[in-house]
């Protein structure tokens, strides 16, 4: 998993982690509480995303996730299948709502297809992102509610 998140920090244009950012607290953070999920492709991890509340107690009923799709593999709808999984899987668990805190308003694959998916902007960071080649950029976070089946 390392292997298909690590190239994405060095590329500096979707996550506010930046090259260095360490293994261990990779590892820390992608394994501390719910296994995350992969996305295969002959056997080869090509996607992943790691799901849960977006905040203990008072704000547990609304879920949040971190995804990650290979450089190589992007633009083959893998997003879209793990967005929609955790989506499934946050009705499943009983969450109300999924939230993102912060979505790169450049990263224009992910904000097209949030918004496909039915996300909304709940909020403007202005400028909260410092883009390697566009300077600094907005971030937003993003909301819709999980209608129960």
């Not at 609304?62 to 499934?88: D, F, K």
């Amino acid at each position: 998993m390392w292997a298909v998140f690590q190239p994405l920090l060095e590329g500096g244009d979707a996550f506010p982690f930046g090259a260095a950012f360490p293994k261990s607290t990779f590892e820390l953070h992608w394994f501390s509480s719910q296994p995350p999920y992969v996305a295969c492709d002959g056997g080869r991890i090509v996607g992943m995303y790691k799901m849960g509340a977006n905040y203990p107690d008072h704000g547990a009923h609304v879920a949040s996730a971190t995804y990650a799709v290979a450089r190589p593999a992007q633009g083959r709808g893998i997003g879209r299948l793990l967005v929609e999984h955790s989506l499934a899987q946050a009705r499943r668990e009983g969450f109300l709502a999924m939230q993102f805190n912060y979505v790169v308003g450049s990263n224009a694959a992910a904000m097209a297809l949030y918004r496909k998916l039915g996300f909304a902007i709940a909020g403007t960071l202005p400028q909260a992102f410092r883009h390697r080649e566009l300077g600094l950029v907005d971030a937003f976070v993003l909301h819709r509610f999980l209608e129960q089946e």
